[in-house]
């Protein structure tokens, strides 16, 4: 059995459970097609401020808005093979995975949320005598197994030559990555923030996502949404979209306000919450229709080949059974309408 298929079926195995606790709150048929399940992850974006102002609850008052935290997309992508969800922020490469064998998840990429930059880094501790990637041979490295950090990790060991079999790569969620950095447990970790900000007050910044994306290995953040939900809600689509496009512009135009509701949902300060959001790169929906990404109807763009090629890497790196023909992935993407 494949490292893949045995990792689908405990996701499977997972999910139900999910659902039975209750993540996200009932199904469409439980709640009479009412409530809205959110999948979030506490970093710096403009999802945060959505939920930190109420936003769609205020937009949607006849319907029960239900906001579930998870640690990374390999959780997220769990959440939606056991129907405990309808819409959730992701990374591009548990994205580009939950579209291939044996996830086949379908949800579709509604927006973009932002480019990762310098937010995602390989971090080593300054007492393990590591000043580049090639000294992390033989090393312990820590990161979220199918993130963009496990991406982006995978990505740096092959720029520089390394084979990923000669390191000790371990799976754990920034918090439990941050517990281990703390114990001594690993040399090294590639993580997001806030987790990264901790480890990089003792630790050495070998290289980051933005470095990456430069050499062509770029990483995103993006809404995706269950097709079903999509067909039957547009009209809560709507409200999210506009929503977080509104939050996208503040995001430029008035950051502080931003980060002051970010700061709020993930207990940090203002000011550090700021600096978070400095990192990514942010697209309004306008400027997601460009030929880098959404394109047009009658223009396809780029995002549908990023996501291809992200694809490939991972079952390049035995992460995914096989990768569908790039109509697969243009039929997965929805652009944002403006």
Not at 110 to 120: A, K, T, W
Not at 189 to 204: E, F, R
Not at 263 to 280: E, Y
Request: charged fraction near 20%; glycine fraction near 8%.
């Amino acid at each position: 059995m494949s490292v893949t298929r045995r990792s689908v079926l405990s996701l499977l195995a997972a999910a139900p459970v999910l659902a039975a606790c209750g993540v996200g709150g009932s199904s469409p048929a439980e709640s009479g097609g009412r409530q809205v399940r959110i999948g979030y992850q506490n970093f710096a974006d403009g999802t945060l401020l959505v939920k930190d102002q109420g936003v769609l609850e205020k937009a949607l008052p006849d319907h029960r808005i239900a906001w579930t935290s998870f640690d990374s997309g390999a959780s997220i992508n769990t959440a939606f093979l056991g129907g405990a969800i309808d819409l959730a922020v992701i990374g591009s490469s548990p994205a580009a995975a939950g579209l291939c064998p044996p996830l086949n998840i379908p949800y579709q990429v509604v927006e973009l949320l932002n480019v990762i930059g310098d937010s995602e880094a390989l971090v080593v501790r300054k007492d393990s005598g590591v000043t580049d990637i090639k000294g992390l041979v033989g090393r312990k490295v820590a990161a979220p197994f199918s993130s963009t950090a496990h991406y982006s990790l995978l990505a740096a060991f092959q720029q520089a030559g390394v084979d990923p079999a000669s390191v000790t790569l371990v799976d754990l969620e920034p918090q439990n990555i941050q517990a281990a950095w703390q114990r001594g447990d690993i040399d090294g970790a590639y993580v997001w923030t806030p987790v990264l900000s901790v480890l990089q007050q003792d630790g050495l910044t070998l290289t980051d996502s933005a470095k990456l994306a430069a050499a062509g290995k770029p990483t995103l953040t993006f809404t995706v949404a269950r097709k079903e939900f999509v067909e039957r809600n547009g009209d809560v689509l709507d409200r999210w979209l506009a929503a977080t496009d509104d939050a996208i512009k503040k995001i430029k135009n008035e950051p502080r306000v931003v980060a002051e509701a970010v700061a709020r949902q993930i207990g940090a300060g203002v000011d550090d919450a700021l600096s978070q959001l400095k990192q990514n790169i942010y697209l309004d929906h306008a400027e997601q229709r460009g030929p880098e990404y959404f394109g047009t109807a009658d223009a396809p763009g780029r995002l549908a080949e990023q996501l291809r090629a992200a694809a490939e890497f991972l079952h390049g790196q035995r992460k995914v059974d096989s990768v569908p023909d790039i109509a697969a992935f243009r039929a997965a993407l929805r652009a944002p309408r403006g």
